[in-house]
């Protein structure tokens, strides 16, 4: 988790389309927001996010290959708090990990 969320950032992440999408729901939480092809619209108060995504081609590690999703954040009329604040939530709800 980033201690700062600019207007506008890019992410790759290690997963794949049905993957993110079976995660999104949840990593959402309790806010207004439709889906679309390739893209996400919420209505986070008075401000909004939009995220954009699309596979990439897979990383290549010696034998290993991990399927890799590009994905755009932009939000618009929030401040640095309520980007914080969002975000935070759908962090923590995208990690993963082993142990």
């Not at 290690?14 to 619209?41: I, K």
């Not at 954040?73 to 939530?89: A, I, P, S, V």
Request: hydrophobic share 35%; with cysteine.
């Amino acid at each position: 988790m980033q201690s700062h969320y600019p207007a506008q950032f890019d992410r790759e992440m290690g997963c794949t389309e049905t993957e993110w999408l079976g995660w999104l729901p949840e990593a959402m939480g309790n806010v207004a927001w439709q889906q679309t092809p390739n893209s996400a619209h919420a209505q986070l108060g008075t401000g909004s996010l939009d995220i954009f995504w699309q596979t990439g081609e897979p990383r290549r590690i010696a034998l290993i290959s991990m399927p890799r999703l590009l994905v755009k954040f932009r939000f618009e009329g929030l401040n640095d708090d309520q980007r914080y604040t969002f975000m935070k939530r759908f962090d923590l709800y995208m990690q993963r990990g082993g142990g």
